[in-house]
């Protein structure tokens, strides 16, 4: 919903790197309708699929796309920034089921391992999840641009490597990017017998408040504090237990998300180049604010794959055992999203349905007070994870 800010914070950062003549946005159709007429030079469609459109602007009609949205709409969103047509083409193109239909590497969901998980699953502790979205919230800002931001990935790889110290199979690396400063985090329990094949567990590091992201206090104690702080208490679960997979783990925190997915998308473009063979992939962003009444967990249907939704269905019934239910982001939303455009199975479980979303994310009021206190609802997500985990990795 924020995108408009996290856009205009990347056609910014990216000048500083290499202005770029021209971006591909893509952009929903009932949004391109409505400001079309008021923009000041025409825009033609260059490609359209699910219900959206491809369109080249420079970067200060991308900014004037921006303003007109939010004066004219009154809302922020509804259109995604691409490097190339082809990237922009690709985003439309390749938005779940269809595409793994054709091409999936993988399909045994079955769930038997009740005499792990079960146990894992109930030793899932509220206030440890909480005590870390206290202590991610304590940087000023996560904003990958910034010293702040940089510090506060060393710190997730710090406290992941703490938990892991004592297993030889287990290692923790920064993830550095080329273009800005703040690196992303990949934890590794290497497979004992299909070590090739890789299931994924992530989350964004980094956080963003007002329209220039910048030094601005950003807590984002929700977006994304909370799936951070699920992850590690996922991590710290399967350390205790001595846990070893058949299959390589991995545990990602993803830098500079609010900006466009970037480091996501560095990470899964170079598993797709490197032909890894990742059988699944669960993002976990927003996990803490319960928005929506009747509903626990609220898995989105589109950028995703809609097998594995179904199998993170059946998990929450056999473990977690709350409500759950589907929504819809409308446009490539966090992370999970580059996973699906690189040709991979994504999930992702989230806190509320799209119409009861959490408004204070982005801004500064982004805090565990404001999202009820507790991490009660974040432990959920929690147990999910540790469930996909446990099933998918044997
Ligand atoms: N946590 C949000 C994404 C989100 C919003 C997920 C609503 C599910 C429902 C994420 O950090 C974010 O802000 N994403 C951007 C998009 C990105 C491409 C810059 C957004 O939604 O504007
Ligand atoms: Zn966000």
Same mark, same amino acid.
């Given at each position: 919903?924020?995108?408009?800010?996290?856009?205009?914070?990347?056609?910014?950062?990216?000048?500083?790197?290499?202005?770029? $003549?021209?971006?591909?946005?893509?952009? =929903?159709?009932?949004?391109?309708?409505?400001?079309?007429?008021?923009?000041?030079?025409?825009?033609?469609?260059?490609?359209?699929?699910?219900?959206?459109?491809?369109?080249?602007?420079?970067?200060?009609?991308? $900014?004037?796309?921006?303003?007109?949205?939010?004066?004219?709409?009154?809302?922020?969103?509804?259109?995604?920034?691409?490097?190339?047509?082809?990237?922009?083409?690709?985003?439309?193109?390749?938005?779940?089921?269809?595409?793994?239909?054709?091409?999936?590497?993988?399909?045994?969901?079955?769930?038997?391992?009740?005499?792990?998980?079960?146990? &894992?699953?109930?030793?899932?502790? $509220?206030?440890?999840?909480?005590?870390?979205?206290?202590?991610?919230?304590?940087?000023?800002?996560?904003?990958?641009?910034?010293?702040?931001?940089?510090?506060?990935?060393?710190?997730?790889?710090?406290?992941?490597?703490?938990?892991?110290?004592?297993?030889?199979?287990?290692?923790?690396?920064?993830?550095?990017?080329?273009?800005?400063?703040?690196?992303?985090?990949?934890?590794?329990?290497? *497979?004992?017998?299909?070590?090739?094949?890789?299931?994924?567990?992530? *989350?964004?590091?980094?956080?963003?408040?007002?329209?220039?992201?910048?030094? *601005?206090?950003?807590?984002?104690?929700?977006?994304?504090?909370?799936?951070?702080?699920?992850?590690?208490?996922?991590?710290?679960?399967?350390?205790?237990?001595?846990?070893?997979?058949?299959?390589?783990?991995?545990?990602?925190?993803?830098?500079?998300?609010?900006?466009?997915?970037?480091?996501?998308?560095?990470?899964?473009?170079?598993?797709?180049?490197?032909?890894?063979?990742?059988?699944?992939? &669960?993002?976990?962003?927003?996990?803490?604010?319960?928005?929506?009444?009747?509903? =626990?967990?609220?898995?989105?249907?589109?950028?995703?794959?809609?097998?594995?939704?179904?199998?993170?269905?059946?998990?929450? =019934?056999?473990?977690?055992?709350?409500?759950? *239910?589907?929504?819809?982001?409308?446009?490539?939303?966090?992370?999970?999203?580059?996973?699906?455009?690189?040709?991979?199975?994504?999930?992702?479980?989230?806190?509320?349905? &799209?119409? =009861?979303?959490?408004?204070?994310?982005?801004?500064?009021?982004?805090?565990?007070?404001?999202?009820?206190?507790?991490?009660?609802?974040?432990?959920?997500?929690?147990?999910?994870?540790?469930?996909?985990?446990? $099933?998918?990795?044997?």
């Amino acid at each position: 919903m924020k995108k408009i800010i996290g856009l205009i914070a990347l056609s910014l950062s990216a000048a500083s790197f290499a202005a770029p $003549e021209a971006q591909w946005l893509t952009v =929903d159709n009932d949004v391109l309708a409505k400001i079309r007429p008021k923009l000041n030079k025409s825009v033609q469609t260059l490609f359209s699929a699910q219900g959206a459109s491809v369109v080249k602007l420079t970067p200060s009609e991308v $900014e004037q796309l921006s303003e007109t949205i939010h004066n004219e709409l009154h809302r922020c969103g509804g259109f995604i920034s691409h490097e190339s047509f082809e990237e922009a083409q690709n985003a439309l193109s390749f938005q779940g089921d269809t595409y793994f239909a054709k091409s999936a590497i993988f399909s045994d969901y079955s769930i038997d391992q009740a005499s792990k998980v079960a146990p &894992m699953v109930a030793q899932v502790e $509220e206030p440890s999840i909480r005590s870390m979205i206290e202590k991610l919230a304590t940087f000023n800002t996560r904003y990958y641009k910034t010293e702040t931001g940089t510090k506060s990935s060393e710190f997730i790889r710090d406290t992941w490597a703490d938990l892991s110290k004592h297993r030889s199979d287990v290692k923790v690396e920064l993830y550095k990017h080329p273009s800005w400063p703040q690196a992303s985090i990949i934890m590794t329990i290497e *497979g004992s017998e299909k070590s090739e094949e890789i299931v994924i567990l992530g *989350g964004h590091a980094d956080s963003i408040a007002g329209m220039f992201g910048g030094s *601005g206090r950003a807590p984002g104690a929700d977006d994304n504090a909370s799936g951070i702080a699920t992850i590690t208490e996922v991590i710290k679960i399967l350390m205790n237990n001595n846990y070893k997979p058949k299959r390589t783990v991995q545990f990602m925190g993803y830098a500079a998300e609010e900006v466009g997915l970037l480091g996501s998308k560095d990470i899964a473009a170079s598993y797709k180049a490197g032909n890894k063979k990742v059988v699944g992939v &669960m993002q976990l962003d927003m996990t803490l604010f319960k928005g929506t009444a009747d509903k =626990d967990i609220v898995m989105m249907a589109d950028f995703t794959n809609a097998a594995q939704n179904e199998f993170l269905g059946k998990l929450i =019934d056999e473990y977690v055992k709350v409500s759950w *239910g589907y929504s819809r982001c409308g446009y490539g939303c966090s992370d999970h999203a580059s996973w699906t455009a690189n040709g991979y199975p994504a999930s992702i479980p989230f806190e509320s349905a &799209m119409e =009861d979303l959490n408004h204070k994310i982005h801004t500064a009021n982004d805090t565990l007070q404001n999202s009820g206190g507790d991490a009660k609802h974040a432990a959920k997500f929690a147990k999910l994870a540790t469930a996909f985990i446990v $099933e998918l990795a044997k």
